[in-house]
């Protein structure tokens, strides 16, 4: 039966757990800088890296509290430096995120302007 399981989810392109097709996302419209939220696919993407670093992070301190109970400090400092390592990487997503949505208000104001200015010309 297994055999047969995975025959059949090979011709079905990739699975997910126990032979189930896994969930395909669809891409954004081409020629479009905005996904389905309506924000900017760059700003969703770098809430998304933020989102999982700090979530990663959070899950880690699990980690730590389980190796330090065992006395394992080897795998309480690997798990500290991985932690740390989200930690960097959620910062680096913040710092990126606050610049380029400074961004987005200034050009988004800007097209307000533009399609205000259109408007009283008609």
Do not use: C, W
């Not at 059949?8 to 389905?36: I, L, Y």
């Not at 992070?57 to 795998?75: G, P």
């Not at 309480?76 to 930690?87: G, L, W």
């Not at 606050?98 to 009283?120: K, N, Q, T």
Request: without cysteine; charged residues 40%.
């Amino acid at each position: 039966m297994a055999g047969k399981q995975n025959a059949t989810a090979s011709k079905s392109g990739s699975t997910g757990v126990q032979g189930r097709k896994a969930p395909q996302s669809s891409p954004a419209p081409r020629g479009s800088s905005r996904g389905q939220t309506g924000e900017r696919d760059e700003s969703y993407a770098l809430i998304s890296v933020l989102y999982h670093a700090l979530q990663g992070a959070e899950t880690i301190d699990q980690y730590i509290q389980d190796a330090r109970r065992a006395e394992d400090e080897e795998l309480a400092d690997f798990f500290e430096e991985t932690k740390n390592s989200y930690a960097d990487r959620a910062l680096e997503a913040k710092l990126l995120l606050r610049s380029r949505l400074g961004e987005s208000s200034e050009e988004d104001e800007e097209d307000e302007e533009e399609e205000d200015e259109a408007d009283d010309e008609e």
